[in-house]
């Protein structure tokens, strides 16, 4: 159980272009999902919070209108990177943790998308 | 904030020896302690976890053991094998709060 699916795992883009990423709670709904950046041989870095049927809270640093979060149902949250440079590249892995289990309950993760801008 | 700090950055060990990383946490408030087991090219994924209220828990060759006091966390992998080879990240995170703060990762390679 607690499967989180995510979607496409590599993608290879134009510098420019947007790039729409989706993470899919597949046997548990969701009311909040979390998205991170990894860059290679370094910790996941958190970079906003997505609550089901609200904005996003971003963390510090991270630009909210280039990283468009959208948590339209208690499955599915998107992360869309708009007008991406090279130095987007890199890993973006989503989270999830069951909807109702208390905040000290595990956050399972998706195999993460691995982001190429040319 | 938060701040987890995780030692060492790299292990290498023998198969069948045992394995420690140990990870320190800043705020005393922190009550949830996961651990994470990342390969390559994948997400990380849960191997054990550990509430403020309990000073251990074991899962077979995996234990993780709590001090709260000093405010810090261990993994410990027995008999370990070529296929525990991976990235290791402990996390926390503090009541109230959603977040998981991650600390810098451990990799570990083990030596058949």
């Known amino acids: 159980g607690a499967v989180v699916s995510q979607h496409p795992s590599r993608v290879i883009c134009k510098s420019g272009t947007s790039v729409k990423i989706e993470c899919r709670s597949l046997d548990f709904q969701a009311t909040t999902m979390f998205w991170y950046r990894q860059f290679p041989k370094q910790s996941l870095m958190l970079m906003a919070t997505s609550n089901e049927g609200s904005k996003a809270t971003y963390e510090q640093g991270v630009e909210k209108d280039k990283f468009l979060i959208n948590h339209a149902s208690l499955t599915l949250s998107t992360l869309t990177v708009t007008s991406a440079h090279p130095e987007d590249s890199s890993f973006y892995i989503c989270?999830?943790?069951?909807?109702?289990?208390?905040?000290?309950?595990?956050?399972?993760f998706g195999n993460g998308t691995r982001l190429t801008v040319t | 904030g938060e701040n987890v700090e995780q030692h060492p950055s790299t292990l290498s060990v023998q198969e069948g020896d045992s394995a420690v990383i140990k990870c320190t946490y800043s705020d005393s408030a922190s009550n949830y302690f996961p651990w994470y087991k990342q390969e390559l090219g994948k997400g990380p994924q849960l191997i054990i976890d550990?509430?403020?209220?309990?000073g251990e828990k074991k899962d077979q060759r995996i234990a993780v053991t709590l001090n709260k006091t000093a405010k810090h966390f261990s993994l410990h992998i027995t008999e370990t094998q070529p296929e525990d080879s991976a990235v290791y990240f402990c996390?926390?995170?503090?009541?109230?709060?959603?977040?998981?703060?991650f600390g810098t990762g451990t990799r570990l390679l083990v030596s058949p």
């Open positions: 989270s999830a943790r069951e909807a109702g289990l208390s905040y000290n309950s595990p956050l399972h």
């Open positions: 550990i509430r403020s209220n309990v």
């Open positions: 996390a926390a995170s503090i009541s109230g709060f959603q977040k998981l703060v």
